[in-house]
């Protein structure tokens, strides 16, 4: 049965299933972590079908549509992130690290795989932790008035870091694949983990970090992307920026400080260069 423990956080838990009716959560959910324990079936994600089975691990971001079919009874546990979660104040919720959380999943939400949803890891020993820590929250969950909810904060702050960790690496095997040099996706890589730290993103220090010549790495980045190294790192901040305008109801002068702008009248026009609009009429467009 599904329960909220922390606002607007629902957990969910169905054993031996046969059949999964449409989830109702699917137009508010923001972000979801599926994780199938046993059985084999289908699962159609936005009108693609593909295969899971037992210890499969699916990610779910705003606007997916998902319906499960199974093949054999299924036994499978659903974390879900309500949009309503990033937004307002809940006083329960006061003391949990909203914002960590948020960064975690937005990278998540700008990787160049997330679309493949279902999980990869990097290595074995990962995917066990991931898995142990998804029961710990469904058995904390089942516990009803006795749980833990240090336990169940902690563990889904790991499991959202496990998930980001081997997003990044998913991207750098894809890149492995298609660009001549893997390097390219590491900087990239980089550049998403640390985009909160400008001190690490001066060409100075990526010049060290990746072991090339202060005068060199632009002109590589560019090389291989198409887009100057500062122009990157200012899309990538805008991107940031418009996912918090989505789905946060941060103040326009937190977004600026959080992602390192003077304030927010230089946020707003590095934001009107970028998206044709003001950050009030962007606000005002996915709000109405």
Not at 252 to 261: N, P, V, Y
């Amino acid at each position: 049965m599904p329960r909220t423990i922390i606002e607007n956080i629902v957990i969910q838990e169905y054993k031996e299933q046969t059949f999964f009716e449409f989830c109702k959560y699917t137009t508010i959910r923001f972000f979801e972590i599926v994780y199938f324990e046993k059985g084999t079936g289908t699962i159609k994600i936005n009108g693609k079908t593909v295969n899971y089975s037992a210890n499969s691990i699916f990610v779910f971001v705003p606007d997916d549509i998902y319906i499960v079919n199974p093949e054999s009874a299924t036994t499978t546990v659903a974390i879900k992130f309500l949009k309503s979660f990033f937004r307002g104040d809940a006083p329960q919720n006061a003391n949990l690290p909203i914002n960590d959380w948020f960064r975690k999943i937005e990278g998540i939400l700008n990787s160049e795989s997330h679309q493949l949803r279902e999980m990869r890891f990097e290595t074995e020993s990962d995917k066990i932790h991931l898995i142990s820590l998804i029961k710990m929250v469904a058995a904390e969950n089942d516990k009803k008035k006795s749980y833990d909810l240090f336990i169940i904060q902690n563990s889904l702050s790991v499991i959202l870091h496990l998930i980001a960790r081997n997003i990044q690496f998913l991207n750098a095997d894809m890149s492995t694949k298609i660009v001549e040099s893997s390097k390219i996706q590491q900087i990239i890589n980089f550049i998403h983990a640390n985009i909160y730290n400008s001190e690490l993103l001066t060409t100075k220090n990526l010049a060290e970090e990746f072991h090339m010549a202060d005068n060199y790495i632009s002109e590589y980045f560019k090389k291989h992307t198409d887009v100057s190294l500062k122009k990157y790192i200012l899309n990538y901040k805008l991107k940031l920026v418009e996912t918090r305008l989505k789905y946060t109801d941060l103040q326009f002068s937190e977004i600026a400080m959080e992602l390192g702008f003077t304030d927010s009248s230089h946020l707003n026009k590095t934001f009107q260069s970028y998206k044709g609009m003001t950050i009030g009429a962007y606000k005002a467009s996915i709000s109405a």
